[in-house]
């Protein structure tokens, strides 16, 4: 028993110094009087602070291509003839003006893109931001899997992959979180990290879209630099992280390497599986009452399965049945 204590409290010291580490100090910029800012200025930080990016800020073209028209956004909009150039996927764009142009009705905003290859065109806001993205590697991964036909096509893989990892564990008797389980509590602590973190995840673009669409434009792996539920999700992503490392690691303890390998593949499916059910039911509601229910499924589960009747007369390990030990393989009678 002292041994899991001491092993819990390591595990304790090393997510905080995890969290200390990705954190770094951030000195807040000085701050200017209103009066002494110009109008460009002050129009400058206001659409940063409502569309989330201004001057200078980077792209890369997401879509096959991108459109852009050399001559201004007057006429454009004057239906006068212009010319335009295409930039393919994958280039790298620069924002190097705005314009407002209320008496465009398609949309107002303008924006004018600085090629990497030193051409500048203009284009709507609106067709921008459909076949662009930052250029950033989270702001990349956010928007992987925000794509529909990505959640779709995922949401059906899980469920198959889930289906035939229980079809398949069930018929060689191996183990599996929650309906095998072995006497560690990381996988169990692991399906619930994922299940909370996908739940957080849409309730965050429920009820703080704007904050999400900032973090999107503005991403950061520092749960310290967030706020509100932003927060939250981030150290729960942290969380993931460290409880998958322990959980690997007790795994290979208390299993040979034949049964530990299927466990695991079948522990990353009940995430996958966590994943698409909470992150979709949450958007309806639905996923607050579902968690409740799985957090107490699972613990009662974990307790059921890690409640041994007998010790093995070889090694001494805990035995939910007699027969032969899985950790060191001899028969018990």
Known sequence: MSMQRN??????????AVLL????????????????????????????????????????????????????????????????????????????DILVMPNDTVDSVWVQLAHEMGMFGWVHESEMLQKVEPDDPISQFISFFSDEHRLIFLCLFVIVFFSYAMIKLNRRKGYIVHFNDIDTFYPTLLALVVATSAMLYS????????????????????PFSQKGL??????????????AMAAIDDTLRHLN??????????????????????????????????????????????????QGKYLCGNCGKQLKAKGRCPHCGAMNE
């Not at 927060?231 to 969380?239: K, P, Y």
């Not at 039911?281 to 974990?302: K, Q, V």
Request: proline content about 4%.
């Open 7 to 16: 092993k819990a409290f390591t595990l304790l010291v090393a997510a905080m």
């Open 21 to 96: 580490l990705a954190g770094c100090y951030h000195k807040p910029a000085a701050v200017r009087y209103v009066e002494s800012l110009t109008d460009q200025q002050l129009d400058s930080i206001t659409f940063a602070r409502t569309h989330h990016y201004t001057l200078n800020y980077n792209f890369v073209v997401s879509d096959d291509s991108l459109v852009l028209t050399l001559q201004m956004p007057e006429e454009s909009v004057s239906e006068l003839p212009t010319d335009s150039f295409s930039v393919k996927k994958d280039d790298r764009l620069v924002v190097a």
């Open 203 to 222: 309730s965050i673009q429920m009820f703080a879209p704007d904050e999400w669409r900032e973090f999107y434009f503005h991403p950061s792996l520092n």
């Open 230 to 243: 932003l927060s939250v999700f981030l150290m729960s992503v942290w969380a993931m992280l460290i409880v």
């Open 257 to 306: 390497m034949s049964d530990a390998v299927p466990y695991l593949v079948g522990l990353a499916g009940v995430c996958a599986f966590n994943y698409v059910v909470f992150s979709i039911t949450t958007l309806f509601y639905i996923g607050y009452l579902l968690l409740a229910t799985y957090i107490f499924f699972a613990l009662r589960r974990y307790l059921h399965y890690t």
